[in-house]
């Protein structure tokens, strides 16, 4: 069965430099879920799309900004990267927003030098 | 602004033994699901429930969402090695805002 697909897997960055998170949700899947977890925490949310809305906002830093485009697919944009942006970031699609289970993608690590 | 906590943070089991997480809401939960992250790995949901008092079992795992839906827990019994991970709870409050717990972090030795 499709999964979640996550581009790239590992991303390694200078500070001050702006990168770009990729994510394909499974086929007719219509809300997609950006989460940051740090090593040895709990994920945490960031931003939902739900049919190409924002549909819910959370720890998202203003450096960050995310979208979701017509075919679903989302993308996270993070610029002015700083050392305490490294971490596991992960994309998780659901049919409808809400009360369905999440499916996550495996994630891209973003190191911050 | 909305709390989920979890405990214990750790716990270490032999194999065989039983192991129970509990978690809990500052605020009522319209319905929580249950995580399973191994290491290295992403979230993998396990269950979902939605009804006060609801108790759903998945072969040795047991999950219960209280009476006043603001509080689970997931039980497992005769844990294996496989069970290794981190077991998360996540809600959705009625705000419509979607929170982890921080995690119970299983350990199985053999």
């Known amino acids: 069965a499709a999964g979640v697909i996550q581009s790239p897997r590992h991303l390694i960055k200078e500070k001050r430099e702006t990168a770009t998170l990729k994510c394909y949700p499974i086929p007719r899947h219509d809300t997609v879920y950006w989460y940051q977890q740090g090593p040895g925490q709990d994920p945490q949310f960031l931003i939902s799309f739900y049919e190409k809305m924002q549909s819910d906002k959370g720890s998202i830093p203003d450096r960050f900004s995310a979208q979701q485009f017509s075919d679903y697919h989302s993308e996270l944009n993070m610029s002015s990267l700083e050392l305490g942006d490294s971490a596991l970031y992960f994309c998780a699609s659901s049919l409808f927003q809400g009360f369905n289970e999440q499916f996550f993608g495996p994630g891209t690590r973003l190191t911050v030098l | 602004g909305q709390q989920v906590m979890q405990i214990p943070q750790y716990q270490h089991v032999q194999e065989g033994e039983d192991f129970t997480t509990y978690c809990n809401s500052s605020?009522?939960?319209?319905?929580i699901q249950w995580y399973k992250q191994r290491p290295g790995g992403h979230p993998v949901f396990l269950i979902q429930l939605v009804k006060s008092g609801e108790v759903k079992k998945q072969k040795r795992l047991t999950f219960q969402f209280g009476e006043a839906k603001k509080n689970s827990s997931l039980h497992i019994t005769a844990t294996q090695t496989t069970d290794v991970g981190t077991y998360f709870c996540a809600g959705w409050n009625y705000g419509q805002n979607f929170v982890f717990g921080p995690g119970t972090r299983l350990s199985v030795l053999p």
């Open positions: 605020t009522t939960l319209s319905n």
